[in-house]
T-cell receptor, first 114, second 112 residues
Framework: NAGVTQTPKFQVLKTGQSMTLQCAQDMNHNSMYWYRQDPGMGLRLIYYSASEGTTDKGEVPNGYNVSRLNKREFSLRLESAAPSQTSVYFC?????????????FGEGSRLTVL | GQQVMQIPQYQHVQEGEDFTTYCNSSTTLSNIQWYKQRPGGHPVFLIQLVKSGEVKKQKRLTFQFGEAKKNSSLHITATQTTDVGTYFCAGWGTYNTDKLIFGTGTRLQVFP
């Protein structure tokens, strides 16, 4: 039982390059999330998907796009990477808070933009 | 928008001392969760509090949810080196229950 799987684990990009972070969960959760974590800033929500077919902006959506491909997969795309997007990115999934609402996190993707 | 702040940002303690982190939300929360993140790791769920004034204990950890459901605290009694990490609170809003907003976190360092 893998839980939440993120790829790649590490990536180095040059300014202006594009890339997609992949996330898949095998817990049949409806909700999925993308957070970024910067030193001293905690976890900030980029985008979330409350259910298959829906996506919504979080706290810091600028410069990102997402796709909820199916119930299992939720990808995050950087169309034109900037140094300010250097961060650790975490994907997470959960059931709605009326149930447990506990978030299960992937191991993170460390992105460096030069 | 909803903001969740934590204090202190950092705390260094001697092993065996107690530790407390406080969490304050700008809006009323439907419930609050606590997570622990070890250095280099990912956040791991500790507990969820739902009721106003609720207190829950997990061994040496005591969690409290404020009466107004806008603040919370985590207290660790007699810290151990295994407690090292960053502790985050996270709140589900009352009106928007689709997204979980994390607090700024408190990084705990325990010296043996």
């Amino acid at each position: 039982n893998a839980g939440v799987t993120q790829t790649p684990k590490f990536q180095v990009l040059k300014t202006g390059q594009s890339m997609t972070l992949q996330c898949a969960q095998d817990m049949n959760h409806n909700s999925m999330y993308w957070y970024r974590q910067d030193p001293g800033m905690g976890l900030r929500l980029i985008y979330y998907s409350a259910s298959e077919g829906t996506t919504d902006k979080g706290e810091v959506p600028n410069g990102y796009n997402v796709s909820r491909l199916n119930k299992r997969e939720f990808s995050l795309r950087l169309e034109s990477a900037a140094p300010s997007q250097t961060s650790v990115y975490f994907c997470a999934s959960s059931e709605p808070p009326l149930n447990t609402g506990e978030l299960f996190f992937g191991e993170g993707s460390r992105l460096t933009v030069l | 928008g909803q903001q969740v702040m934590q204090i202190p940002q950092y705390q260094h303690v001697q092993e065996g001392e107690d530790f407390t982190t406080y969490c304050n939300s700008s809006t009323t929360l439907s419930n609050i969760q606590w997570y622990k993140q070890r250095p280099g790791g990912h956040p791991v769920f500790l507990i969820q509090l739902v009721k106003s004034g609720e207190v829950k204990k997990q061994k040496r950890l005591t969690f409290q949810f404020g009466e107004a459901k806008k603040n919370s605290s985590l207290h660790i009694t007699a810290t151990q080196t295994t407690d090292v990490g960053t502790y985050f609170c996270a709140g589900w809003g009352t009106y928007n229950t689709d997204k979980l907003i994390f607090g700024t976190g408190t990084r705990l360092q325990v010296f043996p």
